[in-house]
């Protein structure tokens, strides 16, 4: 377990925090807030790692969801109003999106440790906006990464049937534009994979320097995956959905596990700015690093105070 640090030190910012929900066990520090108002409280150069999955902007995954309308939807199998989650298309979803992440960005590059690395979750259709937005704010874009997942998600192209139905025109012309279009749906393809841009804050002098001084720059090549050398395309499957979470988008604990374990060392803090139901505060715990995190939504956070102290099975 990692040793108490100065950070959480009683009187310090942190600690004096009314907000703040600390998991003294754990190192664990969850601030139920503004992301963009919480950031500011948060020492420069003091956090050593990134990893976080935002809010995108799209129809439904916005922040504005109470514990209701979560549940009303998750029964639904993720179906809102005929249209799967995030599916309506809108252009200035996307440009909303980079304009709020280019905030939230130069905000963690203060707090980042000089060559520490951030890495982002993103909608493949968003990754452009979000990467755009992190190298704006000074990050290095260095790759990016596939998680990819076998389960069979909702397929989000539907046919044109109910339209054509719709139509006022007599059912033999239904039948000859039907017939017209088979096969042919709107274009949205099967899901399989999600992105994560991953980018650094440039480094002070070499690797090596860097690494001596701040601890952070260099990944650990001796992590492995189901036994396989580090790689940019990460084949683990997504949580099965549980009763006690109703978050829509819950990430695998393993996977932000292997992830921490690559870009951190024991004893390092990592920062999830968009906790959600608290999978990067989890995977911190199991790895032996420390975390701070904030979250808008407080149900989300007793959903992840839950899974923190191990009073629900999480089988990821
Ligand atoms: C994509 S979800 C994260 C899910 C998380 N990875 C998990 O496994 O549960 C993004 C989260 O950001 C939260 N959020 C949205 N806007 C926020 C803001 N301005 N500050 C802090 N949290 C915010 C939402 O409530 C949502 O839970």
Redesign the pocket.
Known sequence: MPKRSKLFKTGDSFGNSEQALMLKEYWIHIYCG???LELDKITDNSVDCIIT???YFLDKMG?DWNKEKLEEASQKSKVIGGLPVGMKFDSKQGIALQKFYTIVSQKLYRVLKPGGFFLSFSQPRLSHRMAIAMEDANFEVRDMYAWHYSQKSQAKAFSMDHFIEKRNISDTEKERIKKKLAGRKTPQLRPTFETIVMTQKPREGGFVDNFLKWGVGLIDTKITLDGKFLNTVMMVEKPSREKYNC?L???PVRLIQHLIEIFTSKGQIVLD????????ALACKKSGRKCIA????RD?IEIAKTRIKGEVYDKY
Do not use: C, M, Q, R
């Open positions: 503004d992301a963009l999955d935002p809010p922040d978050h988008t819950v990430k700015p968009f906790l959600g139901s608290g999978t990067t904030i979250e808008i939504n989300y």
